[in-house]
């Protein structure tokens, strides 16, 4: 059952009550018995369970193990004598 909000339009007097939402609205206040009003709240946030959801689980498919493995071999060729001597370096191969 949700929980409504309600505020009393004399004394100011706000309230919750736990009603189905199919019952009708409250309308006196439980202090001065004068008319309410029902608030608006924002509820919940909505919440999101599992991977892939956020920013930082982008990327932790295949596409971020190629962008490390292909640096990785920039970085073996580099420093490769084959490749700087212009005779091609065996890792660009694979």
């Known amino acids: 059952m949700p929980t409504?909000?309600?505020?009393?339009?004399?004394?100011?007097?706000?309230?919750?009550?736990?009603?189905?939402?199919?019952?009708?609205?409250?309308?006196?206040?439980?202090?001065?018995?004068k008319d309410v009003r029902r608030l608006i709240n924002g509820g919940t946030g909505i919440i999101f369970k599992g991977s892939g959801f956020y920013v930082t689980d982008n990327g932790k498919g295949k596409g971020a193990q190629k962008s490390t493995s292909s640096e990785a071999?920039?970085?073996?060729?580099?420093?490769?004598?084959?490749?700087?001597?212009?005779?091609?370096?065996?890792?660009?191969?694979?």
């Open 4 to 33: 409504y909000e309600y505020e009393c339009k004399s004394c100011g007097h706000v309230f919750e009550a736990f009603q189905n939402m199919s019952d009708a609205p409250l309308r006196s206040c439980p202090q001065c018995g």
């Open 73 to 94: 071999k920039k970085d073996s060729c580099a420093s490769c004598a084959a490749a700087s001597s212009g005779g091609g370096c065996a890792a660009e191969a694979v």
